[in-house]
């Protein structure tokens, strides 16, 4: 072969490897399924992007059988309902919601605040104690957690995780994480995965942190509850009155209805 056909021969091999690392790059990115725009926050989506150098560094791999997935299902089957509870533990009003919970013989998901957890440990141990489970809500209820950079984000997720354990005491685990406002973004599911935490989102927002009166409240779980089984009611935060109220009803409902109450998925 003379060198001009050799030059050519070399030109098309060239091309090809261009092409073909061109092809491969477009798809690892497609199939990394990470988002490549902010979308509005919701209790199913999470925002944020994984841009290079803007990835989880918590110690340790991902426990087998934890996905970064937000859960909504219920462990209880495909009637059952998840109670959850948020922005506790308070001393005053996280006792009454265990003694309507109690009552009616039902488990719930406790989301708490590190610092609460911390200047609350004899409440956190009756929730353990109760036989319900804990959830990692971070360090400051910070709304904006998904426009944070990735150390903060970390921070504000295994702080609080470890100030909720260490007031549980006994070994006693978070088993989830709830993003404040829903908050969520790609590292910090994969952050609260990596620690043996199932991402938890929600599909019934009682909104009863706005105060709307009981019969709203249980009106809002009975209008919502057809969005998915994980309803959202709050222990911490000020005067809780209303929600004590509209639980015990809820719940009163629920065991009318035939439905059973369970645990979030963590493994599925």
Request: aromatic content about 6%; overall charge neutral; proline content about 7%.
């Amino acid at each position: 072969m003379n060198k001009q056909g050799m030059r050519a021969r070399a030109a098309v091999v060239a091309s090809a490897v261009a092409v073909g690392a061109t092809v491969w790059g477009v798809a690892a990115f497609v199939d990394s399924g990470h988002p490549t725009s902010h979308r509005n926050v919701s209790p199913q989506q999470d925002t944020g992007s994984d841009a290079k150098g803007d990835r989880a560094s918590g110690p340790g791999r991902q426990p087998q059988g934890i996905p970064e997935s937000i859960a909504h299902a219920s462990e209880g089957g495909a009637n059952a309902v998840n109670i959850t509870i948020d922005d506790g533990p308070d001393p005053r009003w996280t006792p009454k919601v265990l003694d309507v919970l109690a009552k009616y013989d039902v488990k719930a998901t406790f989301c708490m605040i590190g610092p609460q957890a911390k200047a609350h440990p004899d409440v956190v141990k009756q929730v353990v104690a109760a036989g319900h489970r804990l959830c990692d809500h971070t360090m400051n209820h910070d709304t904006s957690m998904d426009k944070k950079p990735l150390a903060y984000q970390e921070q504000q997720i295994l702080e609080a995780k470890k100030l909720i354990e260490e007031a549980a005491g006994g070994g006693a685990k978070v088993d989830y994480y709830r993003a404040p406002g829903g908050a969520f973004t790609p590292d910090s599911r994969r952050i609260a995965a990596a620690n043996g935490m199932r991402p938890l989102g929600w599909n019934v927002d009682t909104k009863d942190f706005e105060k709307p009166g009981a019969a709203a409240i249980v009106e809002a779980v009975k209008r919502e509850i057809g969005n998915g089984p994980t309803v959202l009611f709050h222990d911490g935060g000020g005067n809780r009155t209303q929600t004590v109220e509209a639980l015990d009803q809820v719940l009163a409902w629920l065991k009318e209805q035939g439905r059973p109450t369970g645990f979030p998925v963590r493994t599925s």
